[in-house]
């Protein structure tokens, strides 16, 4: 069942697809860059549409918390009472949006009583949208097209001449050669955005994503999580615990998730997280923690 009124999940999906292909439009215009921390950027347009999308889900959504990724303040809500908090990031992926690449997109999800159960995520460049839940199902929609079920595909498992492993250009730099010694057949590759990472394994193009570097944050997570759950994949750190959104797996003043990720499907999270936890124990013998 749709967690919110039809009426207003179709104004989210219109709403999140115009702020994508204003991006999209403005990506050829010159914008405003600034660095917020190490190898962390903001352009002027993530900050113009932070200020849209929190304006229009506070309208929306009167009584329930909103969290937007450029506006800090709004981190404390995820510290008041509220049962349902939505999560937003205008723009997942600065940095390719910045380069030019095609692969960021708009999030949004939905958090109740510390559990993801609903997500939108649309890719500007693709003019794609993926969204649904647990208990609602997944969908699709291109451009102006009707929506459709997602197609949710399971890869083959995973052999020595194919194991298809998402992974960020941090965690491979830092993690890549340790895991390659212990995981021989792992295929590489990665993409900009956190949220179209966990949406190629939906997809079945990957049979899993490793996260371990310690940055990603609530409105990173919340809405392609749901998505993932939603898939049947597992969503679990190195320890097999299930992804936790409770205020003591989440950093108090950042948001980000104090567990390492994985998002995958079964077999490959069976198969691979116990040497994945070998490799990553390895290196961070000789690292400063990423925890």
Same mark, same amino acid.
């Given at each position: 069942?749709?967690?919110?009124?039809?009426?207003?999940?179709?104004?989210?999906?219109?709403?999140?697809?115009?702020?994508?292909?204003?991006?999209?439009?403005?990506?050829?215009?010159?914008?405003?860059?600034?660095?917020?921390?190490?190898?962390?950027?903001?352009?002027?347009?993530?900050?113009?549409?932070?200020?849209?999308?929190?304006?229009?889900?506070?309208?929306?959504?009167?009584?329930?918390?909103?969290?937007?990724?450029?506006?800090?303040?709004?981190?404390?809500?995820?510290?008041?009472?509220?049962?349902?908090?939505?999560?937003?990031?205008?723009?997942?992926?600065?940095?390719?949006?910045?380069?030019?690449?095609?692969?960021?997109?708009?999030?949004?999800?939905?958090?109740?009583?510390?559990?993801?159960?609903?997500?939108?995520?649309?890719?500007?460049?693709?003019?794609?949208?993926?969204?649904?839940?647990?208990?609602?199902? &997944?969908?699709?929609?291109?451009?102006? $097209?009707?929506?459709?079920? =997602?197609?949710?595909? /399971? !890869?083959?498992?995973?052999?020595?001449?194919?194991?298809?492993?998402?992974?960020?250009?941090?965690?491979?730099?830092?993690?890549?050669?340790?895991?390659?010694?212990?995981?021989?057949?792992?295929?590489?590759?990665?993409?900009?955005?956190?949220?179209?990472?966990?949406?190629?394994?939906?997809?079945?193009?990957?049979?899993?994503?490793?996260?371990?570097?310690?940055?990603?944050?609530?409105?990173?997570?919340?809405?392609?999580?749901?998505?993932?759950?939603?898939?049947?994949?597992?969503?679990?750190?190195?320890?097999?615990?299930?992804?936790?959104?409770?205020?003591?797996?989440?950093?108090?003043?950042?948001?980000?998730?104090?567990?390492?990720?994985?998002?995958?499907?079964?077999?490959?999270?069976?198969? &691979?997280?116990?040497?994945?936890?070998? $490799?990553?124990?390895?290196? =961070?013998?000789?690292? /400063? !923690?990423?925890?």
């Amino acid at each position: 069942m749709n967690p919110i009124s039809l009426e207003l999940d179709q104004r989210i999906r219109q709403l999140i697809r115009d702020c994508g292909q204003y991006a999209e439009q403005m990506a050829a215009s010159q914008f405003e860059v600034f660095e917020k921390g190490p190898d962390d950027y903001v352009t002027s347009i993530d900050a113009a549409l932070d200020q849209k999308l929190s304006a229009a889900f506070k309208l929306m959504f009167p009584d329930d918390g909103v969290i937007t990724e450029e506006n800090a303040q709004s981190r404390t809500k995820f510290h008041d009472h509220y049962s349902r908090l939505w999560c937003i990031d205008p723009i997942d992926g600065t940095e390719d949006f910045i380069r030019r690449k095609r692969d960021y997109a708009v999030m949004v999800g939905l958090l109740q009583n510390h559990q993801p159960i609903a997500g939108w995520l649309y890719a500007p460049a693709y003019d794609q949208l993926y969204y649904g839940g647990s208990d609602w199902g &997944l969908f699709q929609a291109s451009a102006d $097209a009707a929506s459709e079920p =997602m197609i949710v595909t /399971e !890869p083959a498992p995973p052999t020595i001449g194919f194991c298809p492993v998402l992974i960020g250009h941090r965690d491979q730099s830092r993690f890549g050669s340790a895991i390659a010694q212990l995981i021989p057949e792992a295929q590489f590759y990665s993409l900009g955005s956190f949220g179209l990472k966990v949406v190629d394994v939906i997809l079945g193009r990957a049979g899993l994503y490793l996260y371990f570097n310690g940055r990603v944050k609530l409105w990173d997570t919340v809405g392609p999580l749901a998505l993932a759950k939603a898939a049947g994949l597992v969503c679990c750190d190195l320890e097999g615990r299930s992804i936790s959104f409770s205020p003591q797996d989440i950093d108090t003043d950042t948001l980000a998730h104090k567990q390492p990720i994985l998002v995958g499907w079964a077999n490959y999270v069976e198969l &691979l997280r116990p040497k994945l936890k070998a $490799a990553v124990e390895t290196v =961070m013998q000789d690292l /400063e !923690p990423f925890v």
